[in-house]
Antibody, heavy 119, light 110 residues
Framework: QVQLVESGGGVVQPGRSLRLSCAAS????????MHWVRQAPGKGLEWVAG????????YYADSVQGRFTISRDNSKNTLYLQMSSLRAEDTAVYYC????????????WGQGTLVTVSS | QSALTQPASVSGSPGQSITISCTGT?????????VSWYQQHPGKAPKLMIY???NRPSGVSNRFSGSKSGNTASLTISGLQPEDEADYYC??????????FGGGTKLTVL
């Protein structure tokens, strides 16, 4: 059974950094592209970043470009999102999601981890 | 990165059919068939309902169907059931290797 479990969320002050993790079980992470999607409280979904199965290709939304870094450790079956220079508008539930067949569509999602940026 | 355009809300009675539209541009919806639809119940993670415009993942009811014409995609739910009440989001690959979601549509089953 495929499971994605995010961790690392919490309350952080503006301008600080935070690293999210997404641990996968029931699948070999190295064979899939992976993504982060976030959802601000009461708002819609926003794609944040994506990474190819081998990790060489990385893509970012304009809103996080230069501040967030997506990475993966296939030996640990884990996806990461390093977030720096955090802003209040980054407050959201962050989901990791598995990309199906290099199609930019997501067939498995984690339960999400809440990041709150506040002083 | 502007979102795809969806109606904020739609409603229907049990047994009826509803359609949710999703409008983009030639740089996303109109230019690619990487169009998908997600269902999200309150407090839950999104669930993939339609991929590649009109394909259903295993386990998704055939009451859900998708289509696309030009820059507009549509999700149709037939035979509405109470458990269909949820938020629905469309998404599309966009040129430049990014992904864009619609603003979301709240479906109310009356």
């Amino acid at each position: 059974q495929v499971q994605l479990v995010e961790s690392g969320g919490g309350v952080v002050q503006p301008g600080r950094s935070l690293r999210l993790s997404c641990a996968a079980s029931g699948l070999i992470l190295s064979t899939y592209g992976m993504h982060w999607v976030r959802q601000a409280p009461g708002k819609g979904l926003e794609w944040v970043a994506g990474i190819s199965f081998h990790g060489r290709d990385k893509y970012y939304a304009d809103s996080v470009q230069g501040r967030f870094t997506i990475s993966r450790d296939n030996s640990k079956n884990t996806l990461y999102l390093q977030m720096s220079s955090l802003r209040a508008e980054d407050t959201a539930v962050y989901y990791c999601a598995r990309e199906m067949s290099s199609s930019w569509m997501f067939d498995y999602w984690g339960q999400g981890t809440l990041v709150t940026v506040s002083s | 990165q502007s979102a795809l355009t969806q109606p904020a809300s739609v409603s229907g009675s049990p047994g009826q059919s509803i359609t949710i539209s999703c409008t983009g541009t030639s740089s996303d919806l109109g230019g690619y068939n990487y169009v998908s639809w997600y269902q999200q119940h309150p407090g839950k993670a999104p669930k993939l309902m339609i991929y590649d415009v009109n394909n259903r993942p295993s386990g998704v009811s055939n009451r859900f169907s998708g289509s696309k014409s030009g820059n507009t995609a549509s999700l149709t739910i037939s035979g509405l059931q109470p458990e269909d009440e949820a938020d629905y989001y469309c998404s599309s690959f966009r040129s430049g290797h990014t992904l864009v979601f619609g603003g979301g549509t709240k479906l109310t089953v009356l």
